[in-house]
């Protein structure tokens, strides 16, 4: 896997794959390795993992949220509970430690939660 800017070029069963970071939307981890999704619903899956994957994508567009996501902030839609929404509607948890780095990216304030309604 090579890095710069603006992509990531990502070795394929059919070659190397030079992609926009702007079109990856999340990257999630499974045991048979990393599914990194594109805008155009298009995946790739890649021996990295989360841990490697998180050195080539840059902390200002993206986020970590638990041990097995990487998120694209420019695709985040919603925050419900500890879910993040991404505008595909797919979801990731939000792992509490995380909420408050969370909202500093986005420059929100957390929400403040009535428990006695």
Known sequence: MKNNSNTITISTKK???KIPKSQIVFCQ???VGTLLTLKN??????????????????????FIP?????????????LFANDIILRTGKRFKLLE???????????LHEPIVNENP
């Open 66 to 78: 638990n041990n097995e996501s990487i998120i694209n902030l420019h695709y985040f839609e919603a």
């Open 29 to 31: 981890e499974f045991i």
């Open 97 to 107: 430690d995380r909420k408050p780095h969370f909202f500093k990216r986005l420059n």
């Open 15 to 17: 070659g190397k794959v």
């Open 41 to 62: 619903n298009k995946s790739y899956l890649l021996k990295e993992n989360i841990g490697e994957l998180k050195y080539y994508l840059s902390e200002t567009q993206f």
